[in-house]
């Protein structure tokens, strides 16, 4: 009940299409890493594929938790998967706030070997040059599905590098893209189909009550 929407303060939440009753939403994340990216969160209506939001700053590792923990739940009650790879701190914090719809990974633990599940997406020689190909032909066939021109801008120099890998070009950037691509492969846990609901969300908020949210005192 402490969330609350200051319009225009720090212009780094972009809203293209308010949430709909009953609509499954998936948000992915992609951390700041060891460059000069920034924090990135891409929202999507998973019953259609398409772009509704972003988050895109330079922020602390706590502010970017709380932003994309009130994204999630604006997106009624979104699934939220945040890249691991190079700051596991997010999801950390989206966990002691007890977001409840987080992505989940499987892994095998070192010393039982058994299998077990964490929050989080891990971006791995795996599952990166699959992201990646998923999004070429999504980009290619669908091109409608997208919103943010950061995103459109970060496509044209996405490129492959002198060995061959794909990766942005020297001085540009790849967060948004990277984020969009975390988010389309996190689909799989989030239904697609369209419910209908009452109008509270979560108990607490009224859908016609509800505005945009950031964060204010909630710890």
């Known amino acids: 009940s402490s969330i609350k929407f200051v319009e225009g303060f720090g212009d780094y939440v972009y809203i293209y299409e308010e949430p709909k009753p009953g609509h499954p939403y998936v948000i992915g994340g992609d951390t700041k890493g060891e460059g000069s990216d920034k924090f990135a969160s891409t929202a999507l209506d998973n019953s259609n594929g398409k772009r509704v939001a ?9 502010e970017y938790a709380h932003q994309t923990y009130c994204l999630g739940k604006y997106y009624n009650n979104a ?16 966990e002691r706030l007890k977001y409840p719809n987080q992505y989940k990974r499987e892994t095998i633990d070192s010393i039982s070997h058994k299998e077990q599940y964490k929050h989080g997406w891990k971006t791995d020689g795996n599952t ?16 409608d599905l997208f919103t943010h021109i950061g995103f459109l801008s970060e496509c044209l120099t996405f490129v492959m590098d002198k060995n061959g890998r794909p990766d942005a070009e020297s001085g540009k950037h790849d967060d948004i893209l990277m984020s969009d691509m975390i988010a389309n492969a996190s689909r799989t846990q989030q239904r697609m189909d369209i419910k209908e609901e009452k109008s509270q969300l979560s108990g607490v908020y009224a859908y016609g009550e509800l505005k945009l949210l950031g964060y204010s005192d909630m710890q």
């Open 54 to 62: 972003t988050i895109h700053s330079d922020l602390a590792p706590d």
């Open 79 to 94: 699934l939220v998967s945040i890249e691991i790879n190079f700051d596991i701190y997010p999801v950390l914090e989206l």
């Open 128 to 143: 990166r040059p699959m992201i990646i190909s998923n999004e070429i032909v999504l980009i290619r066939d669908n091109i």
